[in-house]
């Protein structure tokens, strides 16, 4: 059974500075991941979609890899700004259930002016 | 945004009482679904449909319904509201790829 985790649970940064959230993945068998922001009391936003043949993906600030073999996938947000607080979310798309998506619960960032 | 609406957004229900939501789309996308989010929890798939009357369920499905008669909606009825179904209820659409989810409806059940 697929499972998602993400570490750590919750993350506090001064602004400006750059960081990396984690998510990792037990099979590696996935058609593809997705990484969404939530912010408080809102809907999932889609940030960045890696199909299981890219290594990476980037938008603006935001760059996410994959690393199938080793079940690990990395979003790097540079030059971190306090409007960047959200809760980061990571999904898989497994390949035996391709219809579903499989949520990790999610890394708290705080990004401190 | 990607044109997903639901609605209501809130709704605070009796124990016992039949609770309808209505999740919209305007993309055309084949796939839709349910989840619920809870504190502790995540998310959580109720159901899904993959085409118009072909819905499966999900892992957290007992207490729930849905239909989808046209592509672009999909009803999601909680068949006799329990105060553990209040929650937090997302619609989600995805085509080939990339997933859309909506803004959510907060449903309390007192």
């Known amino acids: 059974k697929q499972e998602v985790t993400q570490i750590p649970a919750a993350l506090s940064v001064p602004e400006g500075e750059n960081l990396v959230l984690n998510c990792s993945f037990t099979d590696s068998a996935i058609y593809n991941l997705q990484w969404f922001r939530q912010d408080p009391g809102k809907g999932l936003t889609s940030l960045l979609l890696?199909?299981?043949?890219?290594r990476e993906q980037t938008s603006g600030r935001l760059n996410a890899s994959l690393d199938k073999s080793s079940g690990r996938s990395t979003l790097y947000i540079a030059a971190s700004q306090p409007g960047d607080s959200a809760t980061y979310l990571c999904?898989?798309?497994?390949?035996?259930?391709?219809?579903?998506?499989?949520f990790g619960s999610g890394t708290r960032l705080l990004v401190r002016p | 945004d990607a044109g997903i609406t639901q609605s209501p957004r809130h709704k605070v229900t009796e124990t016992g009482t039949p609770v309808t939501l209505r999740c919209h789309q305007t993309?055309?996308?084949?796939?839709m679904y349910w989840y619920r989010q809870d504190p502790g929890h995540g998310l959580r798939l109720i159901h899904y449909s993959y085409g118009v009357k072909d819905t499966d369920k999900g892992e957290v499905s007992d207490g729930y319904s849905v239909s989808r008669s046209k592509t672009e909606d999909f009803l999601l009825t909680l068949e006799s509201a329990t105060s553990s179904q209040t929650s937090v209820y997302f619609c989600?659409?995805?085509?080939?790829?990339?997933?859309?989810f909506g803004q959510g409806t907060r449903l309390t059940v007192v």
């Open positions: 999904a898989v798309r497994p390949r035996d259930s391709s219809y579903k998506l499989i």
């Open positions: 989600a659409i995805r085509g080939t790829g990339e997933a859309f």
């Open positions: 890696i199909q299981s043949s890219q």
């Open positions: 993309e055309n996308h084949r796939y």
